[in-house]
Structures are given as structure tokens and as C-alpha cells.
């Protein structure tokens, strides 16, 4: 019976080895999933500030193409009804096209911040998935850490009941 006995403590401090072993491994690739997951959304944050990039380019150039049109039909106008470029014309011109580009700039400054919100979301993401992984990491070690403090003092406990049992234990040495 003590044989037995002895068999099922082992395999009961086995078991509790073996849950430890795959809650680590368990946690290891929970975690390696968080840093994937963060990685691949951060890299998704940067694409989208780089295609804000790309369109912003292409705004400023489509709207400076506009403004340029608009100014040189402005001009024609001018010169079609006789009136010479001299003076309040070329003014009116002038502070046209300056507004028509100080729009453009606004408009690239606003595509500027939205890039830069872009990019530091997508940096703000990947540490999130890094602290998350590691928070991941850090609670399956203290677990298996409590899980092996549990199963040694269970294991002590079961020792000792079973030695007080077979009488090892609490006998008066003689």
C-alpha cells in the first residue's frame, strides 16, 4: 500500500510539472500572438500614412494645376475686356493666387498631422503589443511559480500524512 501511495505522489508532482510546462508554453505563443497582432496593426497604421502621403501629393498637385487655370482664365478675362494687368488687377491676381495657395498649404498641413496621428498610433500599438506580451509572460511565470509552490507544499503535506499513516512519524524514539 505505501508503494502505491509513493506511485501517486509522483504522479501527482509529475502532473503538476506538466501543467506548469504547457501553461509557459501555453503563454509563450499567446504572447508571441500579441506582438504579431501589434505588429501587423502598427504596420496597417503606417501604410495609412503613407497612402495619406501619396493622396496629399496628389491633392496639392491636382488643386495647384486648378488654381493655375483659374488665375490664367482670370488673366484672359482681363486682357479680353481691354483692361491692362497694370495696378489693381495684377493685385487682385496676386492676392488670388496667394489664397489659393495658402489653401493648398493648409490642407497639406492638416494631411501632416493626420500622417503624424497615423504614425504615432501605429508606434503607440506596437509597444501596447509589447507591454501585453510581456504582461502575458510575466503572469504565466508567477502562476507556474504559485502552481510549483502549491504542488511542493502539497506534496509535503501528502508526505507527511502518509508517514505519520505508516507510522514513520510522530513514534516515540526509544
Not at 6 to 15: Q, Y
Not at 138 to 159: E, F, M, P, W
Request: hydrophobic share 40%.
Amino acid at each position: 500500500m505505501f508503494t502505491l501511495q509513493i506511485i501517486g505522489l509522483v504522479m501527482s508532482a509529475v502532473a503538476t510539472a506538466y501543467g506548469i510546462v504547457a501553461s509557459q508554453q501555453a503563454a509563450a505563443r499567446q504572447a508571441e500572438l500579441q506582438e504579431q497582432q501589434a505588429k501587423a496593426q502598427a504596420a496597417s497604421l503606417r501604410e495609412q500614412a503613407e497612402q495619406e502621403e501619396q493622396d496629399q501629393l496628389q491633392r496639392s498637385m491636382i488643386a495647384r494645376r486648378q488654381n493655375a487655370r483659374k488665375l490664367a482664365a482670370a488673366e484672359s478675362q482681363y486682357a479680353a475686356s481691354g483692361v491692362t494687368l497694370a495696378g489693381t488687377p495684377t493685385l487682385s491676381l496676386a492676392r488670388m493666387s496667394e489664397e489659393n495657395e495658402m489653401d493648398v498649404l493648409m490642407q497639406e498641413a492638416s494631411s501632416g498631422r493626420k500622417r503624424q496621428l497615423l504614425l504615432a498610433e501605429a508606434y503607440n500599438t506596437e509597444q501596447f503589443g509589447y507591454a501585453s506580451a510581456d504582461l502575458t509572460r510575466s503572469s504565466a511565470t508567477a502562476k507556474a511559480i504559485g502552481s510549483g509552490l502549491n504542488g511542493i507544499a502539497d506534496l509535503g503535506d501528502k508526505l507527511y500524512s502518509l508517514g505519520k499513516d505508516e507510522g514513520y512519524i510522530g513514534q516515540k524514539r526509544k
